[in-house]
């Protein structure tokens, strides 16, 4: 992910509470009564993913907000990520919340009836909306059979140019330093290193050192230790299938040969006693914790999955123990494709359930987050109070940038920036008709936000930010279908279930072949290969297939109702 990630580098995302009554009344979002504008709302909402440093609106921006659209969110947050419990419950209740973010769910949800179709309301009431997607309104649509728009992407913006790698291999500069900044090109280079520094350090803090410690908590065992098998191996990352780029043919990526050999090394640094013994048995918080220990050398993960323990090594004076970000490769014959364009984003996003009571004034006011004020409020924050405006150019004064990067849980349950992603909106390098960008995500002040030893360290590498190690995105042709793992998966049963099948046999032997001897590597995972591989697995891969080229296919047409330019 990006990896499902970034896809994965991605900000927070709200989620609203449970908190609805009964569905409309009318079968017409579009012609239902809407409230008064300057009448106070509240609109419940559920996310899928967690967000420990939602604050219920009390932040500066989420205040700003409520004065400026009368709107109040009472959001609700699935702790452990994912949303798949909390949704299914919602379904077989049928009471949902005014607003969702499902994520991965989107299609139980649609096959519960339970989103609204937006495209009459995007069309009558979402001028911004459609003036950020422009000609690429029709990617938003649901499937060929079903051309609705069921959510407004809010995962990444639009016209995205990302400046700063957030995935990767992970080494702490202290490392790097020590060890006179080496080279690290493969998965070999990497664990030379690790190994290297361990053995002069074998104790960080009075605590044993840990050279690589991976989360495969839950699902998250797809971020850390499944997924790199595909961006370790050259390929893109599209979920758990590989896409053939020529004939559009999918396939469970670990039947990628040259997977299996990243998974072997994985067992070769278990063995060698460098791989952390507890990846498979820590929880995310002891995952974290160990991070914030100091005492973890090396990751292979997103930066927004340990962000929270390396900000606690900013703040106790461990700004050392920080990461630098690696396109680490199992050899040199493939390049990291971290960015390749995916081209204008789609997949997860913001839906109205049919238990909204007022879809007209929900979509004005998602409009409303689209517009350039909102964007700007929820990227930089207020006026005067977290970025000034000088010579008509927006500037972050110095103690403001101090907190952010030193301070940034409490900066961010304070300053509400970055909480209130509601709706489409650009995304880094997107300049405002002022000539500011959007974001403040764009180099100058990228770097600012380093720490020192960052900085000393991508000084040693000849680079200004950590995406100058990786291959850039011109290297690469843009992908036609986009991040396959944003896309709503196919909604006939037998593949939903044949897929969970997939996932439970991945997940019970990616780690025993890990944990394996050496000798008994091979045995596991051709075991893995051939339950992967039997006729209900090809049909899965076959439907799979089938929606990647219809995806395609639909992509190719252009909306009728196309952004104002």
């Not at 994912?82 to 419950?89: E, P, S, W, Y």
């Not at 991508?458 to 950590?466: D, Q």
């Not at 591989?533 to 190719?556: C, F, H, N, P, R």
Request: charged share 25%; net charge negative; with cysteine.
């Amino acid at each position: 992910m990006p990896s499902k990630l970034f896809r994965y580098a991605l900000a927070p995302l709200v989620v609203l509470s449970l908190v609805t009554a009964t569905a409309c009344g009318s079968s017409d979002p579009t012609e239902q009564e809407t409230s008064d504008p300057s009448t106070p709302i509240t609109i419940s909402f559920f996310g899928s993913d967690a967000n420990p440093t939602w604050n219920n609106m009390k932040d500066d921006v989420g205040q700003a907000i409520t004065k400026a659209t009368n709107v109040t969110i009472n959001a609700e947050y699935d702790v452990s990520g994912g949303g798949t419990q909390k949704i299914a419950l919602m379904t077989a209740s049928g009471e949902y919340p005014d607003m969702i973010f499902p994520k991965g769910s989107i299609t139980k949800l649609v096959e519960a009836g339970a989103l609204i179709d937006l495209t009459d309301l995007i069309d009558k009431y979402g001028p911004n909306i459609k003036k950020v997607y422009g000609d690429d309104l029709s990617r938003l649509k649901y499937s060929k059979e079903d051309p609705s728009i069921y959510v407004i992407p809010t995962n990444a913006g639009v016209g995205q140019t990302t400046f700063d790698a957030g995935g990767g291999f992970e080494v702490q500069n202290a490392v790097m330093k020590e060890l006179g900044y080496p080279e690290i090109k493969t998965v070999k280079d990497f664990e030379n290193v690790l190994k290297e520094y361990k053995e002069k350090h074998p104790t960080i803090n009075g605590q044993p050192t840990i050279p690589l410690s991976l989360n495969a908590d839950d699902w998250k065992i797809m971020i850390t230790v499944t997924n790199p098998a595909f961006t370790a191996t050259g390929a893109p990352d599209d979920g758990e299938f590989y896409i053939d780029p020529e004939t559009y043919e999918a396939q469970l990526h670990y039947k990628r040969p040259e997977e299996k050999e990243y998974f072997r090394w994985l067992n070769h640094m278990y063995n060698e006693k460098l791989l952390d013994p507890e990846t498979f048995t820590q929880k995310s918080d002891q995952y974290m914790s160990k991070i914030a220990s100091g005492r973890v050398l090396g990751l292979i993960d997103q930066e927004w999955d340990y962000q929270q323990a390396e900000n606690s090594l900013k703040t106790s004076g461990m700004a050392e123990r920080t990461y630098g970000h690696y396109p680490v490769q199992l050899d040199e014959s493939t390049k990291d494709r971290s960015f390749q364009d995916i081209g204008a984003p789609v997949g997860y996003g913001i839906g109205i359930t049919t238990s909204a009571k007022d879809p007209i004034r929900i979509v004005k006011f998602l409009d409303w987050m689209a517009s350039d004020e909102a964007q700007v409020l929820n990227n930089w924050g207020v006026e005067g109070k977290q970025y000034e405006v000088k010579d008509g150019k927006r500037v972050v004064p110095a103690a403001v940038q101090e907190r952010k990067v030193n301070d940034n849980t409490n900066f961010t349950k304070e300053s509400g920036i970055g909480m209130y992603n509601f709706s489409v909106r650009y995304g880094d390098g997107v300049k405002d008709p002022g000539g500011n960008y959007y974001t403040t995500n764009f180099p100058e002040q990228i770097v600012a936000g380093y720490t020192q030893p960052e900085k000393d360290t991508l000084k040693a590498y000849g680079a200004t930010t950590w995406k100058d190690l990786f291959p850039q995105k011109e290297e690469f042709p843009v992908k036609p279908w986009g991040a396959a793992y944003n896309l709503p998966a196919p909604d006939d049963p037998s593949y939903t279930v044949n897929f969970q099948k997939s996932q439970d046999i991945v997940r019970k032997r990616i780690p025993e072949a890990i944990l394996a001897s050496p000798d008994k590597f091979d045995t596991v995972y051709d075991q893995m290969l051939t339950e992967l591989s039997t006729d209900e697995m090809k049909k899965m891969e076959a439907e799979y297939t089938q929606m990647i080229k219809d995806t395609v296919e639909l992509w190719g047409e252009k909306t009728t109702t196309a952004a104002a330019k």
